[in-house]
């Protein structure tokens, strides 16, 4: 009994000690990230008038980040005081999250593809119309609503322990979640990136890269917020495996910092995108962003043509 309440004791200091650098985190994440992909949304809908796929995907993932970064105040009232928001509630957040933890590697995994065809397969990237696109979407978003639906199995009043109704339904969603949410996407944008690399060795590639940077970019810090959650994931399992229990496999600050570390994600890409579209010459009335987003939206034909030029064959002008 003594040694019981020693470690409820003991986890009660270790959730204390790292919970005011969370908050803090978390408080600047939805200041950045609030507003900045706000202006992205509106930029793009407002002022690029040519919205190719690129530009399109951006601005779907800027809502999907914008869609979690509205849950941080929650979140930071609730390590403040402790979870006192409820059962559906508990539920309802960690939904939205993992949907836009799926959602959002499902569109980063889908730019680098489609730089990836533009460099690799031109042909192939001139037949995807808009309507192709918007069935990608579809699908996108319905893949990461269902990948996220085992949240709603979660069977706690203490929301951060993120605790399922068995073990079973924790093992299978980990599992889910490391496979679809990190495996898969990383192969294959460890493949796209190969083998865009190896053919822009092959060709006189004098076009800027800016775009295909960019999204490297926010792949690259996509990953780095996101590993340490997927890594807790595993170290969970593997005590489930080997202990039967998960208590006192992960302290609660380490599973704090990984949770804030990915929300962070979300308020990161603006930043990137300012930074990216600094130097580029446009009208004196256009921001930043927007001379950022119309260079997005015509790359993809400059990128097809010279690959097509490359391969001395013409085609028409996308659309």
Known sequence: MNSTQTS????????????????VILGLSFLIGAPGNLMVIWTILRHVKQCLHNVVLILHLAFADLLAIITLPLWIYSIATSWQLGHIACK???YTVSCCMFSSIFLITLMSVGHFLAICHPLVMMRLNTRIMSRCLTLLWILAVLLAAPALLIDETDCFSWGYNS????????????FFGFIVPLLILGFCYCRVAAQLRKINYNSKQKSMVLILCVTITFTLCWL???????ATLNCILQEGTTYGCVPKSVVLSSGALLLLSSSVNPVAYMF????LQ???????????????????NRLVEQQQTARGQQIPRLS
């Open 228 to 234: 340490p959650h997927h890594i807790i994931s595993i």
């Open 276 to 279: 990216f579209g600094r130097n």
């Open 8 to 23: 409820a004791s003991e986890a009660s200091e270790d959730f204390n000690a790292g919970s005011v650098a969370v908050c």
């Open 92 to 94: 309802t957040l960690v």
């Open 167 to 178: 073990s079973t339904n924790m093992i299978v969603f980990s599992c889910l979640e490391i």
């Open 282 to 300: 446009g009208s004196s009335e256009d921001s930043k962003l927007v001379r950022l987003f119309k260079e997005m939206a015509t790359q993809t």
